[in-house]
């Protein structure tokens, strides 16, 4: 299974901007990779995904290393609804496997 | 943006008996959906892939006699846990696939909880 390491937590002030790290040195050239966020005792909501290039959606921005190693979902103003646990994964085939993510906590 | 709806939301069950959780996706065919699970302050793990009109695909260690999953349609995956002790308690999350868009994106249920008594 392909793999991603994240931080386990991160905080950010609210109103301020939020870059995600997270590494996937094992990437093969077809994996796709997404993100996800959840908050407690609901299902996961999908943030955003992409293949090589940088991506733009209403939620995040996702941008993506030339090596493809690495990614960095970047929340351009973090509000206090932003704080969720946010997984970082790579698609295996046709299974979306969970690593531990990034609990974020964003300070009023 | 696709929605995937879950029921019941909360269900509580005695020991032994057995118990189904609904997975539909609204407005969208999913010829693949997924059961996961997740305990309390742990990341999710994935149970077993459905597929439409076959059988289902286990992850390694999950009992597919005690986790029953039926994908009879485009739209519907069931998962029954059958003969569920308390240590089944857990938030069951179904997820659908939609097809298309670049990397077929993951549409995830809101989850049911289950506790066992």
């Known amino acids: 299974d392909a793999k991603t390491t994240q931080p386990n937590s991160m905080e950010s002030n609210e109103e301020e901007p939020v870059h995600l790290p997270c590494n996937h040195s094992?990437?093969?050239?077809?994996?796709?990779i997404h993100w996800y966020r959840q908050l407690p005792s609901q299902g996961p909501e999908y943030v955003i995904h992409g293949l090589t290039s940088n991506v733009n959606n209403r939620m995040a921005s996702l941008a993506i290393a030339e090596d493809r190693k690495s990614s960095t979902l970047i929340l351009h103003r973090a509000t206090l609804r932003d704080a969720a646990v946010y997984y970082c994964?790579?698609?295996?085939?046709?299974?979306?496997?969970f690593g531990t993510g990034t609990s974020l906590t964003v300070i009023p | 943006g696709a929605v995937v709806s879950q029921h019941p939301s909360r269900v509580i069950c005695k020991s032994g008996t057995s118990v189904k959780i609904e997975c539909r996706s609204l407005d969208f065919q999913a010829t693949t959906m997924f059961w996961y699970r997740q305990f309390p302050k742990q990341s999710l793990m994935l149970m077993a892939t459905?597929?439409?009109?076959?059988?289902?695909?286990?992850e390694q260690g999950v009992e597919k006699d005690k986790f029953l999953i039926n994908h009879a349609s485009l739209t519907l995956s069931t998962l029954t846990v059958t003969s569920a002790h308390p240590e089944d308690s857990s938030f069951y999350i179904c997820s659908a696939r939609r097809q298309g868009g670049g990397g077929n994106t993951i549409y995830f249920g809101e989850g049911s909880w289950l506790t066992v008594v």
């Open positions: 459905s597929n439409e009109g076959s059988k289902a695909t286990y």
């Open positions: 994964i790579l698609r295996a085939g046709n299974q979306f496997y």
């Open positions: 094992t990437i093969s050239g077809t994996d796709y």
